[in-house]
């Protein structure tokens, strides 16, 4: 079976500093994807990276950085000198090959940044 | 190129009303998916429409929802009668191919009362 865990139900930092959710899945396909989306508070999911199994490079977008390793399932996503307007909630999710193509989404994290 | 739009954005009904939730994708995609969040839970798959298939609705809750895409193009689904455990966020989303990535809609914030 597949899952998706972010044992991080809540997470507040003060601006500026440096904070990691943590993504941890559950796979038997060989190939899969995994997906990082952003829930503001006006609502809409927010599309932010997406990474095949076969690519274990991390990614640096801007603030945003992204550390895939498969020896421990993880995929986690480090915002760099947090900003209020990164308040939001951060969601992992697992696409995996031979199915549907639907993706399995962890519970979510709230980040909150204070000013 | 326009988003996946959902209507309506919000919606207000009484326990056992019904109550349908409209998703337009983007054009060309022949992928549809329709999530749900209840409150401060994950997003749970319902399930996914190739054009006018349904591919797989192994998600959706039991009879009291009825999903269709006629023609392929626009998805609706259907809660009748809606019951308080139906409140939540149902999300829409379209993809050309799961390489492509989804695209989501803003999401119809159910309410039961």
């Known amino acids: 079976a597949q899952k998706v865990t972010q044992a991080q139900t809540e997470i507040s930092v003060v601006e500026k500093e440096d904070v990691t959710l943590d993504c941890v899945y559950e796979?038997?396909?060989?190939?899969?994807?995994l997906f990082w989306y952003k829930q503001p508070p006006s609502g809409e999911l927010v599309f932010l990276i997406r990474r095949n199994s076969f690519d274990e490079q991390n990614e640096i977008s801007g603030r945003y950085s992204w550390n895939f390793q498969k020896s421990t399932s993880s995929f986690n996503f480090t915002i760099t000198a947090s900003q209020v307007v990164d308040s939001a909630v951060y969601f992992c999710a697992l696409s995996g090959s031979g199915n549907t193509g639907k993706l399995i989404f962890g519970q979510g994290t709230t980040l909150q940044v204070k000013p | 190129e326009a988003g996946v739009t959902q209507f309506p954005s919000h919606s207000v009904i009484e326990k056992g009303q019904t109550v349908t939730l409209r998703c337009d994708p983007i054009s060309g995609h022949d992928n549809l998916y329709w999530y749900r969040r209840v409150m401060g839970k994950e997003i749970k798959f319902l399930l996914h429409?190739?054009?006018?298939?349904?591919?797989?609705e192994s998600g959706m809750p039991n009879n009291r929802f009825l999903a269709e895409r006629t023609g392929g193009t626009y998805s609706t689904l259907k809660v009748q009668p809606a019951e308080l455990e139906d409140s939540g966020v149902y999300f829409c989303?379209?993809?050309?191919?799961?390489?492509?990535?989804?695209?989501f809609g803003s999401g119809t914030r159910l309410t039961v009362v």
């Open positions: 796979t038997r396909d060989t190939t899969y994807y």
């Open positions: 989303a379209s993809s050309q191919d799961e390489s492509y990535g989804y695209t």
């Open positions: 429409f190739v054009k006018e298939s349904k591919q797989d």
